[in-house]
């Protein structure tokens, strides 16, 4: 019996042991996570910062090529008009 219960200690030993590798490698793991969560909420706060730019940016982009369209269309309408004149001032 005593080599049976020396055998048992050391199999309850080794499973004691086992655990404790376990649990130090899921403290490991929990730190891990705990850096990517803190990395991921600062990557979803620069992109909605980012987005918040592009948008600005877009809208802006939009007004401005409105405007472009409008100059081209006066521009055009101008000179045409202008032609116009010139032909009946100087035939």
Do not use: W
């Not at 730190?31 to 909420?41: A, G, H, P, R, V």
């Amino acid at each position: 019996m005593s080599e049976f219960g020396a055998a048992l200690q050391a199999y309850n030993q080794e499973i004691v042991k086992c655990l404790e590798e376990l649990k130090r490698k899921r403290e490991e793991m929990l730190d891990i996570i705990c850096k990517q969560e803190t990395n991921k909420s600062v990557l979803e706060r620069n992109i909605n910062v980012l987005k918040g730019k592009l948008d600005v940016l877009n809208e802006r982009l939009d007004r401005d090529k409105s405007i472009f369209e409008q100059y081209e269309h006066t521009i055009k309408e101008t000179e045409e008009g202008f032609k116009k004149s010139k032909g009946i001032l100087y035939p």
